[in-house]
């Protein structure tokens, strides 16, 4: 709980450091995790003396000017308070339950609690004294909230706070302090002792321990679940019966809320009761006394370190490991930090890496300026070796474990823990050493700034070795193989390998396009590496080698594969780590882009890798640790021991803005009419490295697929339409571990009215209006020319007409007066009689003709009624006697179509003809049906009927059935005709009443939209 007596004592804490660490590896100090601030100018409060986080990863803030949260990136203020209340938001302590609640207390009395977005309450009406302010909260194992005060304890229960009296077995009205332990007991430090509330039980039990009585003890659990005290004495364990033991398996998160002091997850002791600045102890459970106060001077940060403010106030370790402190002026965060940087005693800059006799590590340095420059040996910590000063810009581990260090001033040879000098060519005395290696032969190489390699021949050195193919130029980097090949990788991408007394050269023509070579790794695939890029050597040429993001494979001036088969790679992004799986698959698909892992400034990394001279900046220590020279520094890290984030980040969607207006990531919100454009921000709770949160979103019903964003924790869309949307994002931590659930925001745009069905179905139905009109137009155009070529038509019928009357028929009548006066002067006999004959024939084709003609001049003008057309069809053949005629008519007569009205009555003119001259019927029925969908006529007689073969083809010289079948195709009817012998006939026509009516009115307004066809 909150430690009052830390707040205001600052300045405390033991006199003495404990533990040690192994010589390999120095002991972890504050400095070597990796720091970051936040002020007042990063958006971040002044003042806070209180922090929780909550399961759902926000890091919660309490200052004097309210509620803050944080997701590692953005500050937010969050008001619990209506907006409308006047109390005051200052905060006096934070606890986040396990169960995801937020616990608040304000510093003038009152509470809330903050549950699924939800703020409740509670004030005098719900237990708590008015104007009490609370200290701290706790749970215990049952998952009820206890208060502490300073008028004593206080629980929630049924939703109302009551002070924990003789009904709990604790009945002490003073101030107390809680904390609770591994196995779910909540303690409590009173004035007279400590009690515990066990999980289950309803009731305090006084328990024996070293808390001293009438003494103020603070109570803090561990990283193991066991517990610490605070008192007058000092800081140790707590010591009783009762106490839980150590347990070693016990790696939870010490607590969810803030404290002056704060165990981590690996023993360590942070606190900020040890001002000015926080303080850490790396085995606090080695001490065998109480930690005294005093004057803390161990391992300690401060503003001049880096720290935001001097003057800290609260502690915690979230769930990833970090800690954070509050400060006076904002907030701090240290995480651990992969990369350890060497700290020298002064400053070394240029580092010239070689592994010793024994396995230690060393480096020369090369400073080109006022500063001193030496032989370092590193473990455990930075110290000069003895008997050596000058600039080394080479050094090379030699066959007999041997060093040979090369610079300006000279070479040198160190054994023994001794330097022994080393001619080097007299025309290069003065110049620096480029590079240093042994051939397969024994013979030693070296190779000197902008000038050539030498090849020491016994005591002679060389120029080239001798070799002719080898060009004038100095290599950058020596590299021998296996086979006693030397490599030696120069500018221009150019790179020769030397087997004996001869040299083949490669250049860009061999695919070598990575600038110069400045590091080379032999093998199997020898793999080259340099300002542009790194390339693969097959035996023959060289092609590139690509990673996902090309850029972290130039400026490579370090190459190294561990045991494993997984490669390093030194260079101007930092060190990048790529997998032996996605090297292997690199070199056997000339077109994959490797994944890889980057270790930068933001893992402690000291810059870029060092560039030029001295060359390798990557090297592997006997431990199999790995040493980077970079642009600032010295440093290594354990390939072994690499950190990894296994807490998938829960992501959150901030807002949505659309136009002017805010919106919170409410559920079924609604969006204005004309909301075209948003912008959706999320984020992604991961307070490690937030900087490296990638994230990938889509907006389901426009995005196809998944976006990749990158590390944006924003999304904008533009030209949306009405309609449902959802919105997702995914987030993933720094290590690439992914929430694949994520979070999900559900919106609608509301449409505006030319955007609803409404409009778009009176846009259709204007539409098929307007299709009916034009039908319309375009059928009384139609109507109309069909109409002027009827009447052209009928016209020229009326001049045939006339003609054929006037000419031909009159003729033939007088032709026929005069053979009749012929027949009457002939006498009676044979001839006469076949002139009577031949005249009676002439005499039918006379009619037939005048029918013929009067069919010419027919129109549908005549034909006012079908039934009255019908009835004088039979008036015309029926004589006297003949059979019964009978016409019936259903449904309202309507007008026909002229264009198929003398079809229709021609058709039904044959059948009645047909039934009154061949049928032989008594009686003949006419029946004419004006349908609402169409018209339909039917003529039946009771006469012979019509034989089968008759009926299918016709009779031999007629058209009558062939004439009506045609006409009936002619306007798109269906004409039935049903007979047999001795069964009568009946003949049904029908049309529909599209094509039939002037005027048609039924069958719906589709209908009207066939036409013609």
């Given at each position: 709980?909150?430690n ?9 804490l033991m006199?003495?450091?404990?533990g040690?660490?192994?010589?390999a590896?120095?002991?972890?100090t ?21 922090m929780a986080?909550?399961?759902?990863g926000?890091?919660w ?40 609640e937020?616990?608040v ?14 703020a ?7 237990g708590?004294?008015?104007?009490l302010p609370i200290d701290?909260?706790?749970e ?5 909230i206890w208060a502490?005060t300073?008028?004593g304890?206080?629980?929630?229960e049924?939703?109302?706070w009551?002070?924990a009296g ?7 009205p003073?101030s ?5 332990d591994?196995t779910g ?5 009173a ?12 009731r305090?039990?006084r328990?024996?321990?070293?808390v001293?009585p009438?003494?103020?003890?603070s ?8 517990l ?14 009762d ?17 002056t002091?704060v ?11 040890c ?7 790396r ?8 930690f ?13 370190d ?17 800690i ?9 965060r ?6 350890r ?7 070394v ?9 024994g396995?230690?590590?060393r480096?020369?340095?090369?400073s ?7 032989m370092?040996?590193l473990?455990p ?14 050094a090379?581990r ?6 040979l260090?090369?610079?300006p001033?000279?070479s ?11 001619a080097?060519?007299?025309q ?7 590079a240093?290696?042994?051939?397969g032969?024994?013979?030693?190489w070296?190779s ?20 002719a193919e ?10 021998t ?6 490599w ?10 030397v087997e004996g007394?001869t040299?083949r050269?490669f ?18 695939e020898?793999?080259v ?8 050597f ?5 092609r590139?080698?690509?990673a ?8 490579v ?6 045991r494993?088969?997984?490669l390093?790679v ?46 390798p900046?990557?090297?592997?220590g ?17 390939p ?5 984030n296994?807490r ?5 969607i ?11 990531p409410e559920a079924?919100?609604h969006?204005?009419p004309?909301?075209h454009?948003l912008?959706?921000?999320y984020?992604?709770?991961?307070l ?9 979103y ?6 196809e ?7 944006r924790?924003e ?6 339409g009405?309609?449902?949307?959802r919105f ?17 925001l559900?919106?609608?745009i ?6 609803t069905?409404?409009f778009?179905?009176?846009c ?13 137009l375009?059928l009384?155009?139609?109507t ?10 009928h ?5 045939i ?25 002939l ?9 009577e004959?031949?005249?009676?024939r ?32 039979a ?7 003949g ?5 019936a ?8 179509n002229?264009l ?6 021609r ?5 009645l ?13 006419a029946?004419?049906s004006y349908?609402?969908d169409?018209?339909r006529v ?8 019509i ?10 010289g ?9 006409r009936a195709?002619k306007?798109g009817?269906?004409?039935e005709?049903l ?20 005027h ?6 589709l ?7």
């Amino acid at each position: 709980m909150a430690n009052r007596l830390g707040l205001v004592g600052l300045g405390l804490l033991m006199c003495c450091t404990f533990g040690g660490a192994h010589a390999a590896e120095p002991a972890l100090t504050i400095k070597d995790f990796h720091h970051t601030a936040w002020t007042l100018k990063d958006g971040a409060p002044a003042g806070i003396w209180a922090m929780a986080q909550t399961e759902d990863g926000w890091l919660w803030l309490g200052t004097a000017s309210g509620l803050y949260r944080f997701d590692g990136v953005v500050f937010e203020r969050y008001d619990l308070l209506p907006a409308e209340s006047t109390a005051s938001r200052s905060i006096g302590a934070l606890f986040a339950k396990r169960t995801g609640e937020l616990w608040v207390a304000y510093s003038y009395g009152g509470a809330s609690v903050l549950k699924d977005g939800v703020a409740t309450h509670y004030g005098a009406r719900e237990g708590l004294p008015k104007g009490l302010p609370i200290d701290g909260f706790e749970e215990d194992g049952d998952g009820r909230i206890w208060a502490e005060t300073d008028k004593g304890l206080y629980v929630l229960e049924r939703g109302v706070w009551e002070l924990a009296g003789e009904q709990w077995g604790f009945a002490r009205p003073g101030s107390v302090q809680m904390a609770q332990d591994g196995t779910g007991t909540l303690w409590v430090s009173a004035d007279d002792g400590a009690y515990v509330l066990r999980r289950g039980a309803r009731r305090f039990e006084r328990v024996e321990t070293d808390v001293k009585p009438g003494s103020e003890s603070s109570l803090y659990r561990t990283n193991d679940g066991t517990l610490w005290k605070q008192d007058d004495r000092g800081f140790s364990p707590l010591r009783g019966p009762d106490v839980p033991l150590r347990s070693a398996s016990f790696t939870e998160t010490t607590s969810q809320h803030a404290n002056t002091m704060v165990f981590d997850r690996e023993g360590s002791l942070w606190s900020v009761v040890c001002a000015p600045g926080i303080c850490r102890i790396r085995e606090p459970h080695a001490a065998d006394r109480p930690f005294q106060l005093g004057q803390f001077s161990g391992d300690k940060f401060k503003l001049s370190d880096g720290l935001s403010s001097d003057v800290t106030m609260t502690l915690l370790e979230d769930h990833e490991g970090n800690i954070w402190i509050g400060t006076k002026l904002g907030l701090d965060r240290f995480r651990r930090n992969d990369v350890r940087v060497v700290g020298f005693p002064e400053m070394v800059v240029y580092f010239a890496l070689v592994p010793g006799e024994g396995g230690e590590m060393r480096t020369g340095s090369a400073s080109r300026n006022n500063l001193p420059d030496r032989m370092w040996q590193l473990e455990p910590s930075p110290s000069p070796v003895p008997g050596f000063s000058g600039a080394v810009t080479a050094a090379y581990r030699d066959t007999d474990g041997s060093t040979l260090l090369g610079g300006p001033e000279g070479s040198w040879r160190f054994a023994g823990g001794k330097f022994t000098p080393l001619a080097v060519p007299k025309q290069e005395e003065g110049n620096r050493v480029q590079a240093i290696t042994r051939d397969g032969a024994g013979r030693l190489w070296m190779s000197f700034r902008a000038s050539i390699a030498y090849r020491l021949d016994g005591d002679t050195w060389t120029p080239r070795g001798g070799i002719a193919e080898l060009p004038e130029l100095a290599p950058a980097r020596a590299v021998t193989d296996e086979q006693g090949r030397v490599w030696f990788g120069y500018n221009q991408n150019m790179l020769a390998i030397v087997e004996g007394n001869t040299a083949r050269l490669f250049s860009a023509a061999d695919g070598l396009r990575t600038g110069t070579v400045t590091a080379i790794l032999p093998g199997p695939e020898t793999i080259v590496g340099g300002e542009l890029g790194m390339a693969v050597f097959d035996g023959r040429r060289f092609r590139p080698l690509a990673a996902t993001r090309q850029d972290v494979l130039t400026g490579v001036t370090g190459l190294l594969r561990t045991r494993d088969g997984t490669l390093w790679v030194n260079g101007n992004a930092g060190a990048v780590r790529i997998s032996a799986d996605a090297l292997r698959r690199a070199l056997a698909e000339p077109d994959f882009r490797m994944p890889f892992e980057l270790f930068d400034m933001e893992d402690g990394m000291p810059g870029a890798a060092q560039q030029i001279r001295p060359l390798p900046t990557l090297v592997e220590g006997t431990d199999g640790r790995l040493w980077f020279a970079a642009t600032n520094g010295l440093a290594w890290m354990d390939p072994e021991r690499i950190h990894r984030n296994a807490r998938s980040p829960p992501v959150v969607i901030r807002s949505l803005v659309a136009g002017d207006r805010r919106y919170g990531p409410e559920a079924g919100l609604h969006l204005p009419p004309r909301t075209h454009g948003l912008k959706i921000a999320y984020s992604a709770l991961s307070l490690s490295m937030p900087e490296r949160v990638a994230f990938r979103y889509r907006l389901e019903g426009v995005d196809e697929d998944w976006q990749d964003p990158g590390t944006r924790r924003e999304a904008i869309y533009t030209n949306l339409g009405p309609g449902t949307y959802r919105f997702r994002v995914i987030a993933a931590n720094e290590d690439g571990v992914w929430n694949e659930q994520g979070a999900a925001l559900d919106f609608e745009i509301e449409p505006t009215f030319f955007e609803t069905r409404w409009f778009l179905a009176l846009c259709v139905l204007a539409g098929l209006g307007v299709l009916w009109l034009l039908y319309v137009l375009r059928l009384r155009e139609m109507t109309a020319r069909v109409r002027q070529r009827l009447e052209e038509r009928h016209a020229e019928r009326e001049r045939i007409a006339r003609e054929l009357h006037d000419t031909l028929l009159q003729g033939i009548q007088g032709l026929m007066l005069r053979l009749q006066a012929i027949s009457a002067n002939l006498p009676q006999g044979e001839h006469r009689e076949g002139l009577e004959r031949a005249m009676d024939r002439a005499d039918d084709v006379l009619v037939e003709g005048r029918d013929r003609v009067r069919g010419l001049r027919a129109s549908s003008e005549e034909i006012p009624d079908l039934a009255e057309a019908f009835a004088a069809v039979a008036r015309e053949f029926g004589g006297s006697p003949g059979p019964v005629f009978r016409v019936a008519v259903e449904g309202a007569t309507r007008v026909l179509n002229p264009l198929v009205a003398d079809e229709i009555y021609r058709i039904g003119r044959e059948a009645l003809r047909n039934a009154f001259q061949h049928a032989g019927a008594s009686e003949i029925e006419a029946e004419i049906s004006y349908d609402v969908d169409e018209l339909r006529v039917r003529i039946r007689d009771n006469g012979c009927g019509i034989a089968p073969s008759i009926l299918n083809s016709g009779r031999p010289g007629h058209w009558g059935l062939g004439g009506m079948r045609e006409r009936a195709e002619k306007v798109g009817a269906r004409l039935e005709i049903l007979s047999g012998v001795g069964r009568g006939t009946e003949v049904t026509l029908a049309l529909s009443a599209e094509r039939a009516y002037v005027h048609h009115r039924g069958g719906g307004w589709l209908r009207r939209l066939q036409g013609f066809r």
